[in-house]
């Protein structure tokens, strides 16, 4: 069984249209999270929610979205897709706010 | 915000040659932990370090959390082809509220059989 999954895996699209990744982990974890992978593969944090509750939420756009309708889901809704969001976003989970973080194995966004 | 130096940016090596690589932070973290990330997949959690001065071990794989809490260094033993991949330092800084996992920037690993 995945522990942290994402969907979709690939997702192409074109500029100004909205699209959803969704996330789901049976951890049984308290704790989610968004990054974001640059094409230089540099990993930056962009959303976290414990027990639902936005903890962290880094400078991202506000055409970013997240909403965690329970402990075990993390979704991401991006409006208005630019071409500078094409990038492979990662969804994480830790048993706890400062815990090892589990990764999902990515949602590969291409904005055309 | 904290800053984590991560070098090398990459390494060619020979399989069987060790490997050392090494993380720098501008502050003090609680926590120091190492990641791979192979093509196409997410990262995976190597070593998690917890206190100043910690040496752990995984296999080939041999970390430890720095005395002054500002570095962590990973080290890979003989290496083999599967060592491939990105390995990533990560620090928690936990002052305040601010659970914020930072990473490094990555060391690029590649392995000539």
């Known amino acids: 069984d995945t522990a942290v999954s994402q969907t979709p895996k690939y997702l192409v699209t074109q500029m100004g249209n909205d699209k959803s990744i969704k996330c789901e982990q049976n951890?049984?974890?308290?704790?989610m999270y968004w990054y974001k992978q640059d094409s230089k593969k540099f990993l930056k944090i962009m959303f976290s929610?414990?027990?639902?509750?936005?903890?962290i939420n880094e400078t991202v756009p506000n055409r970013f979205s997240p909403k965690s309708p329970d402990k075990a889901h993390l979704n991401l809704h991006i409006n208005s897709l630019e071409l500078g969001d094409s990038a492979v976003y990662f969804c994480?989970?830790?048993?706890?706010?400062?815990?090892?973080?589990?990764f999902g194995e990515g949602s590969r966004l291409t904005v055309l | 915000g904290q800053q984590l130096n991560q070098s090398p940016q990459s390494m060619f090596i020979q399989e069987g040659e060790d490997v050392s690589m090494n993380c720098t932070s501008s502050?003090?973290?609680?926590?120091w932990l190492w990641y791979k990330q192979e093509p196409g997949e997410g990262p995976v959690l190597l070593i998690a370090l917890y206190k100043a001065g910690e040496l752990t071990s995984n296999g080939r794989l041999t970390a430890q959390f720095g005395i002054t809490r500002k570095d962590s260094f990973l080290n890979i033993s003989a290496s083999i082809p599967s060592d491939v991949g990105i390995y990533f330092c990560?620090?928690?800084?936990?002052?305040?509220?601010?659970?914020?996992?930072?990473f490094g920037k990555g060391t690029l690993l590649t392995v000539n059989p």
């Open positions: 929610y414990n027990n639902k509750e936005l903890i």
């Open positions: 994480a989970s830790s048993q706890f706010l400062g815990g090892e973080l589990f």
């Open positions: 990560a620090g928690f800084y936990s002052g305040g509220s601010n659970y914020k996992l930072t």
């Open positions: 951890l049984g974890h308290d704790t």
């Open positions: 502050s003090i973290f609680n926590t």
